[in-house]
């Protein structure tokens, strides 16, 4: 059970991830678990600070 849990957290991260990359806004987190949502968040930073630093274009 833990694994599937660790799992989806980390699908919440790579698509959060993706969201940042491709420009959307925070706003537009599709989970409502708090912890699926804090790993999205974390995801969509990591993806603007890499944009930031120039990374992505």
């Known amino acids: 059970m833990k694994r599937q ?9 790579n698509n959060g ?3 940042g990359l ?3 806004n925070k706003e537009n987190c599709p989970y409502q678990n708090l912890d ?3 790993e999205w968040l974390g995801g ?3 993806a603007m ?3 930031n630093t120039g990374l992505f274009k």
């Open 5 to 13: 849990k660790r799992d989806r957290l980390g699908r919440a991260h």
């Open 17 to 19: 991830y993706q969201a």
């Open 22 to 24: 491709s420009g959307k």
């Open 36 to 38: 699926a949502k804090s």
């Open 44 to 46: 969509w930073r990591e």
């Open 49 to 51: 600070t890499d944009r």
